[in-house]
């Protein structure tokens, strides 16, 4: 659910504005469009004038154009581009085109008729009711902000003669969940600080049967969790953690365990001699969003399995207690890291949790966090770096991620960058690699040392993902908006983890 602007200031008492989005397939030719069998249906009640306004629209330059007068029950109707009728799984791109073709146009289409102030935005199921349900509800979001003095109204998605109402619910779900992890990743870092993000999830999750568990500093030290402790001690915030469970399996199968970094401010400790945009560290809480707004579509699928998620939540400032680079931390399995730049925080705070992650004997790790710089610069949001020993989870993480069009590729984990986490060092490891070269690639090798035995582990780098920076080609997704990355793909894993023989979404 998304505010947008109202066109009045007595809004209130204006009738509720309906507005529909229908899809539009490219034809063979050049320009040549053809309409969804939804489309052709409504263009029959209005007597062909939606083929006519079509032939006259233009829409094959663009994204999606908007009618009015077209039927009294609509306000505005927006037809949307929904790519081939015969895409379908591209290899190289390792993408359901036909899935990301209909997401795509139901968010172009439901945010070209926010623009119109439109209350209710009707969605077909063009060519899967669960990418449209997805795409319309990505795709209407945006963050509300706190200007006080804007009159503003909901603007609702609701579906439009869905074939399978069940999979819109569930396309509404997942959708949801991306929104929720993308508001808190917008939260201002005088709002969203370890306590108010803390409250906030509990008053989320728990209306969705997952137990939530807030840790203090006291726990925290109890625990020995001395890299949290270390990177947190320059704020005059104390750091704080979440343990939140969901159980949909059997009591004594091992559970999936989702680590999500949480620096809610981060200006990179010490080191900021090289910071151009301390600003964007309130954007490195994006792994505790998706991992929060993962684990409430989880338990609203009531997916079959048992989930844990530890989601450490803290400040990385240069405060009179910082830590100084070149200091030696004794992590959580006793051994030593050196620390050559204090901006290197999410590794640290992650070993710590990976290490304490053995005490739920876990089956699986997913960590996600903001990793390194790399992906910010070299892959931009086009991908998600994932790293891994372990070919299978590797395999079905790359198929989640075609379905859901947040893509995975993978990552080296090489002797070659382990050796940077090693040399040279006064301690058993260091957490930043000599000339900071590789850096993604060492710090999710700094993170296998810390790995439960017995468990299989992936490290998601969201770094480049989870905020899109460009408005072409054009997206469900808001530009210069963080995405809530990889909300979909893990909870879509993790069905397929839970439902291997359930059948995956396809045109």
């Known amino acids: 659910m998304t505010m947008v602007r109202s066109t009045s200031a007595d809004s209130a008492c204006a009738p509720i504005k309906k507005g529909l989005v229908l899809g539009v397939y490219r034809g063979c030719n050049p320009g040549e469009v053809r309409?969804?069998?939804?489309?052709?249906?409504?263009?029959?009640?209005?007597?062909?004038?939606?083929?006519?306004?079509?032939?006259?629209?233009n829409i094959a330059r663009q994204g999606a154009v908007v009618a009015h007068n077209l039927h009294p029950e609509f306000f505005a109707v927006a037809f949307a581009d929904i790519g081939p009728l015969d895409a379908e799984y591209n290899k190289l791109e390792n993408l359901e085109e036909c899935l990301e073709w209909t997401r795509t146009g139901a968010g172009i289409g439901a945010r070209a008729l926010q623009a119109y102030g439109v209350d209710e935005i009707y969605v077909e199921n063009m060519s899967n009711d669960l990418a449209a349900a997805e795409g319309a509800v990505l795709g209407a979001w945006d963050f509300e902000g706190y200007k006080v003095a804007e009159q503003r109204t909901k603007s609702q998605v609701m579906p439009y003669q869905v074939k399978n109402p069940e999979l819109w619910k569930n396309g509404t779900i997942t959708g949801e969940a991306q929104n929720l992890a993308r508001h808190i990743s917008h939260l201002p870092p005088n709002i969203g600080t370890p306590d108010g993000i803390s409250d906030y999830a509990r008053d989320v999750l728990c209306k969705c049967g997952i137990n939530v568990t807030i840790r203090d500093v006291e726990w925290i030290e109890e625990k020995k969790l001395n890299s949290l402790l270390a990177v947190a001690?320059?704020?005059?915030?104390?750091?704080?953690?979440?343990?939140?469970?969901?159980c949909g399996g059997l009591p004594d199968e091992k559970p999936a365990v989702l680590i999500g970094d949480g620096c809610t401010f981060d200006s990179w400790g010490l080191c900021l001699r090289n910071n151009p945009h301390v600003d964007w560290g309130m954007y490195c809480k994006s792994g505790a969003a998706s991992v929060i707004g993962t684990m409430k579509a989880i338990a609203q699928l009531s997916l079959p399995l048992n989930v844990n998620a530890l989601v450490p939540l803290y400040e990385n400032k240069p405060g009179a207690m910082a830590m100084k680079p070149g200091s030696v931390i004794k992590t959580y399995d006793g051994s030593t890291t050196e620390v050559h730049r204090t901006n290197v925080a999410s590794r640290l705070v992650l070993s710590d949790m990976v290490g304490y992650s053995t005490t739920l004997t876990p089956n699986m790790i997913i960590n996600v966090s903001a990793l390194s710089i790399d992906t910010h610069k070299y892959i931009d949001g086009g991908a998600i770096f994932g790293f891994t020993m372990d070919d299978v989870l590797y395999n079905e993480l790359e198929s989640a991620s075609a379905s859901t069009g947040d893509r995975v590729i993978r990552g080296p984990l090489w002797n070659f960058y382990k050796a940077k986490t090693l040399w040279p060092s006064l301690a058993d490891t260091r957490a930043s690699p000599n000339q900071f070269i590789g850096d993604s690639m060492s710090a999710a090798m700094y993170l296998e040392r810390y790995k439960p035995k017995g468990s299989a582990m992936i490290t998601l780098d969201i770094g480049g993902s989870s905020f899109l920076r460009s408005p072409k080609p054009e997206h469900y997704l808001r530009p210069e908006r963080m995405t809530g990355s990889p909300v979909r793909t893990i909870v879509q894993f993790l069905k397929q983890t839970a439902c291997p023989n359930d059948k995956r979404p396809s045109c």
Do not use: C, I, N
């Open 35 to 57: 309409m969804s069998d939804e489309a052709q249906k409504f263009d029959l009640s209005v007597s062909g004038h939606a083929k006519d306004f079509l032939l006259t629209s």
């Open 233 to 246: 001690m320059g704020s005059r915030r104390t750091p704080m953690m979440l343990e939140l469970s969901y």
